[in-house]
């Protein structure tokens, strides 16, 4: 069945270091890649997303990138900031074209100052 | 642009009684609303997939006579829980999707936290 992995599930670093949390997904239809951030108790956030006609996307801080042949996907986020400490979900587009997602396990990050 | 609300956002119900939970999109129209589930520490469990003026799709393991969704109108879905017990007890969120420049994004409501006793 579909299926995104997530990893890895909790991720502790300094304040200004780079964090990367990797999803790989069963489905090779999928054809759309969102990241959202949840706060405890609050509604996931989009934080950035790709599409399948695309390798790379950057907004910031916060970059994607895809590779459809190997099936996976990673969340870069660069010089981190106490604030970026939250649950992060990759998900990945169903294959029954529904608009529905399938979402990893979560990952906890951790920024210390 | 893109909201969605959903209320209760908290409610507490003894076993046995059931509780609707709505999701309104505020500015634009939702032709796909989702439900999702959430327990503590896990990620979000897709319930089911509801078109407009069309029966609900369930995932596999969810019971659709329990947990009732009607998706009535383009900017209002409902999810029941009926005969609740302690183990229906978890964190609801909805999402929608629309058309156009609102198709590929789902929107989520902020959700309603559940309690059963």
């Known amino acids: 069945g579909e299926n995104v992995e997530q990893h890895p599930s909790t991720l502790s670093v300094q304040e200004g270091d780079s964090a990367v949390i990797k999803c790989t997904y069963s489905?090779?239809?999928?054809?759309?890649f969102p990241w959202y951030k949840q706060e405890l108790g609050k509604r996931p956030q989009l934080i950035i997303d790709?599409?399948?006609?695309?390798g790379e996307k950057k907004d910031q801080r916060i970059a994607v990138t895809l590779n459809k042949t190997a099936k996976h996907f990673s969340l870069h986020i660069t010089e981190t900031q106490p604030e970026d400490s939250a649950v992060y979900f990759c998900?990945?587009?169903?294959?029954?074209?529904?608009?529905?997602?399938?979402f990893g396990q979560g990952t906890t990050l951790q920024v210390k100052p | 642009g893109a909201v969605v609300s959903q209320h209760p956002s908290r409610v507490i119900c003894k076993s046995g009684t059931s509780v609707k939970i709505e999701c309104r999109s505020l500015?634009?129209?939702?032709?796909?609303m989702f439900w999702y589930r959430q327990f503590p520490k896990q990620s979000l469990m897709l319930m089911a997939t509801s078109n407009e003026g069309s029966k609900a799709t369930y995932e596999q393991g969810v019971e659709k006579d329990k947990f009732l969704i009607n998706h009535a109108s383009l900017t209002l879905s409902t999810l029941t829980v009926t005969s609740a017990h302690p183990e229906d007890s978890s964190f609801y969120i909805c999402?929608?999707?629309?058309?156009?420049?609102?198709?590929?994004?789902?929107?989520f409501g902020p959700g309603t936290r559940l309690t059963v006793t």
């Open positions: 998900a990945a587009s169903g294959s029954s074209n529904t608009g529905k997602l399938i």
């Open positions: 489905d090779s239809a999928s054809n759309y």
């Open positions: 999402s929608a999707r629309g058309t156009g420049g609102y198709f590929y994004e789902q929107y």
């Open positions: 500015d634009f129209q939702a032709t796909t």
């Open positions: 790709i599409r399948s006609n695309v």
